[in-house]
């Protein structure tokens, strides 16, 4: 009995040890330009952040199966323009296993908070936002979920790629409906561009670059924040 008990637990510790090995390696990893802006980064127990001592303060949601690493230079050009920004890593790379990973991150001299997060990276950031209470939340080809479960009043900002070939359009329609929340859509922006990582599966072709896509969505997040 024993035996079996001791085999039984070792063929469970091995399919655990490839599932996460597996996860990893299927995840989308960061371009060298990402890598190179990461060295601008300050590493932390929860991940990785930028300008520590702004009082703005953005905490970031990577999407699903993306290496967090992918989001570096969003990040850091949002702290050139005077934001804390936080990017946490979560389980796997799938930030719905890890929902409170912003409770890893210290809050205590922000002056305002407001949570990021990228196709999956949106909707776990939603979920964290039923137990935490923020000042609003940045979408990114994403959507949130059970927004009547939300405590606060936070406010929305959706950011959209017209070429976005794997958002849910039906569920993201009825996400939004009766929230706060201002809408900006890049033309000829796809999914994959909000991040640093290259093609995604599914996706349509951005007929725009990655550098022109991201500059549209630092202009949007910086009109949404100081207006």
């Known amino acids: 009995m024993k035996k079996i008990i001791r085999y039984g637990l070792s063929g469970f510790l091995l399919m655990s040890l490839l599932l996460i090995t597996g ?111 923020v000042d609003g939340l940045i979408l990114l080809g994403s959507y949130p979920l059970d927004t009547n479960q939300i405590i606060g009043n936070p406010v929305y900002l959706s950011i959209l790629g017209s070429e976005d070939g794997l958002l849910n359009q039906e569920a993201y329609d009825n996400a939004i409906k009766g929230l706060n929340i201002k809408e900006v859509i890049i033309e000829g922006g796809n999914h994959a561009q909000f991040g640093s990582y290259g093609s995604q599966r599914d996706d349509l072709e951005a007929t725009i670059s990655e550098k022109m896509q991201r500059e549209h969505i630092i202009e949007a997040i910086m009109e949404w924040f100081y207006n």
Do not use: C, W
């Open 23 to 133: 996860a990893y390696q299927i995840s989308y990893q960061p371009t060298q330009e990402a890598l190179e802006a990461y060295k601008n980064a300050t590493p932390t127990s929860f991940g990785y952040e930028y300008n520590v001592s702004s009082s703005n303060h953005l905490i970031f949601y990577p999407g699903g199966l993306v290496s967090p690493l992918a989001y570096a230079p969003l990040a850091y050009e949002l702290s050139l323009k005077g934001f804390r920004v936080s990017v946490v890593e979560v389980f796997l790379n799938l930030a719905i296993t890890m929902p409170n990973a912003l409770k890893g991150v210290d809050t205590s001299l922000s002056q305002r908070v407001v949570l990021m997060g990228h196709s999956l990276g949106g909707v776990a950031a939603s979920i964290a936002m039923r137990t935490t209470e």
